[in-house]
Nanobody
Framework: QVQLAESGGGSVQSGGSLRLSCEVS????????KGWYRQAPGSERERVAS?????SATYADSVKGRFTISQDNNFMYLQMSSLTVEDTAMYSC??????????????????????WGQGTFVTVHS
């Protein structure tokens, strides 16, 4: 059974940092794209950052220079710095299980992914 589990969310003041973790079990995600997605209250879900099958990262413009995505075996991380209130959202990790993909478009469409964690909420206070 494929499972993704996030941890590391919480409350932080504006300008602070948090690191989210995502642990996968049940399949080898090495050759598939994976990423972090967020949904703020009243907003649509969006891709925050993703890693393609070659290990290249893509970031949303709103987080470039502040967030860093990384992968280490069965774990994926999202290091978030210089957080702002606009970063407040439910953050979820997700991965593709179908075909390897190389390119910035990989894992761009969150609705095409079929492996999801339960999410972890990040609240940034001003």
């Amino acid at each position: 059974q494929v499972q993704l589990a996030e941890s590391g969310g919480g409350s932080v003041q504006s300008g602070g940092s948090l690191r989210l973790s995502c642990e996968v079990s049940g399949y080898n995600w090495r050759n598939y794209c994976k990423g972090w997605y967020r949904q703020a209250p009243g907003s649509e879900r969006e891709r925050v950052a993703s890693i393609d099958s070659a290990g290249s990262a893509t970031y949303a413009d709103s987080v470039k220079g502040r967030f860093t995505i990384s992968q280490d075996n069965n774990f994926m991380y999202l290091q978030m710095s210089s957080l702002t209130v606009e970063d407040t959202a439910m953050y979820s990790c997700a991965a593709d299980r179908s075909v390897p993909c190389v390119g910035s478009w990989c894992c761009q469409r969150w609705d095409a992914l079929d492996a999801w964690g339960q999410g972890t909420f990040v609240t940034v206070h001003s």
